[in-house]
């Protein structure tokens, strides 16, 4: 691991209209301390975390709102939003434990490469939820699905896509997401505590030693 992940904060930066509250988009930079020095600190960029936050059924055209701010979440909203109200689907409003509250839509993990195989994406991305998550009733996000039609067995890059979605499937199953459709994915925060979940995925330092490096990244 290029250096020890516990020097590693979240640098964050909110955009949202002054005018409404229905929505927040928070853009989350993983930094770490790259060298101290009598004039401050240098600090070293590894990855980025893009984190929505809607308030479904205040406002309308809320997937509208979002894409025109570069939010780049109409795929997620569309999908767990009643079109033309941004009410919450019927069948997933009746299924969240949580009558009333936010819904957290994880938009973007991604580290840079030399930062990958650790297992610090997943816990990074939960840490920031962490933050987001007091009231919130659920957190969405999906997987880009595969497109059997278009998959093309000799195209290396296809073919790791794949792989790396399946492996997210699993360790979102296997922390309590629940799928929904058209590749989204569900967990229910009146059921399940982020607490809980980054405590089974372990303490984050502890990747140093490469422990859990067949982990996503």
């Known amino acids: 691991m290029p250096a020890d992940p516990a020097s590693i904060t979240l640098d964050w930066r909110l955009s949202s209209p002054w005018w409404d509250d229905t929505y927040d988009c ?30 479904p059924g205040r406002t309308q055209d809320i997937v509208g709102r979002l894409d025109r701010d ?9 999908t767990i939003l009643t079109p033309g109200t941004d009410l919450l689907a019927d069948d997933l409003n009746a299924a969240l434990t949580r009558r009333t509250g936010r819904v957290l839509i994880l938009n973007t993990v991604q580290l840079w490469d030399e930062w990958c195989g650790f297992g610090l994406g997943v816990r990074l991305a939960g840490a920031a939820l962490r933050r987001l998550s007091g009231g919130a009733r659920a957190v969405a996000f999906a997987t880009a699905p595969a497109d059997p039609a278009g998959w093309d067995p000799e195209d290396p890059e296809q073919a790791g896509r794949d792989i790396t979605v399946a492996r997210i499937d699993a360790l979102a199953q296997g922390v309590g997401f ?20 980054l405590d089974r ?14 982990e996503i990244a």
């Open 26 to 55: 928070w853009d989350i930079v993983p930094v770490v301390i790259e060298e101290q020095c009598e004039r401050g600190e240098t600090l070293n960029e590894i990855g980025e975390i893009h984190i929505a936050s809607i308030s």
């Open 70 to 78: 570069g939010a780049d979440v109409g795929g997620v909203a569309g």
């Open 178 to 197: 629940e799928h929904y459709r058209n590749g989204v994915h569900i967990l229910d925060l009146g059921a399940h505590s982020i607490d809980d979940i």
């Open 201 to 214: 995925l372990g303490d984050p330092v502890s990747v140093r030693s490469g422990v859990q490096a067949d």
